[in-house]
């Protein structure tokens, strides 16, 4: 790994970095511009009892020296402080809890739809204008039209009412099956649709003709210039597609009832549990942040001609 390497992965990593301080700095002083708060929602609460709440969670502080003690926190313990409705729990292993459903959910769409829409992306491109290609583009531009609560609604009312095959509820390994098909058909109707495009481009070049030429083996071709090279534009989708699903969720999560960090998130909403809505908005969008970090410089690896800059 040269110099410039380097450097571009340093800059990369500081922008990172600078990124996720701004969204936590806006969400931050966002939540507390939000009229009312946390304790306005309890019942028979005196103005004494109110004031005494937010001097146990510190809230009766100025508001820059909360911000400080609390970005001091993040970046010293990773520490979002407790959360004031679940009282006795800290938002992180709240977060934590539903980040282990979340993101075995998020890992298992985003295989499928990656596997999927690789695979139904080539066929289309080598039977270009054919039957096959058709239908697969119709059925693709469907799934990308649609979205995922409509989707998840439309499955959950064949599958689990309808035809009764799978668990409604997705406390089950079974009841999983559901929401993962519903995370994936969209990225997997973008990823076909990507990889049909790309793969196309790659076919009319001219060292595929030159390998034609040559008399290069169909399969050599295939897997191992045009697959290969078309693979470049589905890779800068795949990173920030996980973070999308992983956040994507948190609809899903409420229809098919997984306890997830859709459901925390959505709770905490509802219930004015400012940590926790903080919390998750912060950790969520570091992951997309992050995703898109790790994108970046798989872009090298992928292809050795792009030129970091």
Do not use: C
């Amino acid at each position: 790994m040269n110099s410039k390497t380097l450097f571009y992965i340093l800059k990369r990593i500081l922008l990172a970095v600078f990124t996720v301080w701004v969204v936590i700095t806006i969400t931050f002083f966002v939540m507390h511009a939000v009229p009312g708060g946390p304790f306005v929602g309890e019942k028979a609460t005196t103005p004494a009892v109110q004031a005494a709440m937010e001097a146990k969670y510190g809230l009766d502080k100025p508001l820059h020296e909360q911000y400080f003690t609390y970005l001091g926190d993040i970046v010293t313990k990773f520490d979002f402080g407790p959360s004031l409705k679940q009282r006795g729990r800290m938002v992180i292993d709240i977060i934590s809890d539903g980040m282990k459903t979340s993101m075995a959910l998020g890992l298992i769409a985003a295989g499928v739809s990656t596997l999927f829409g690789v695979t139904l992306g080539a066929v289309a491109a080598l039977r270009r204008n054919k039957l096959i290609d058709r239908i697969i583009m119709v059925i693709t531009t469907a799934f990308v039209s649609m979205p995922s609560f409509i989707m998840g609604s439309l499955l959950l009312a064949l599958f689990a009412i309808q035809l009764r095959l799978l668990p409604a509820n997705g406390s089950t390994p079974a009841g999983l099956v559901l929401p993962i098909i519903t995370l994936a058909l969209y990225p997997m109707a973008y990823i076909t649709r990507l990889t049909r495009s790309s793969m196309l481009d790659v076919l009319g070049q001219d060292y595929i003709r030159t390998a034609k030429a040559k008399g290069v083996s169909g399969a050599r071709i295939i897997f191992g210039h045009a697959l290969k090279n078309s693979l470049i534009p589905v890779l800068t989708y795949i990173g920030p597609m996980l973070a999308y699903i992983v956040t994507g969720s948190l609809v899903v999560e409420q229809i098919f009832a997984v306890p997830g960090i859709g459901r925390a998130f959505v709770s905490s909403i509802t219930n004015r549990d400012y940590p926790m809505i903080m919390g998750t908005t912060i950790i969520l969008s570091a992951l997309i942040v992050i995703m898109n970090l790790v994108t970046d410089i798989l872009y090298k690896v992928v292809d050795p001609r792009i030129t970091l800059e």
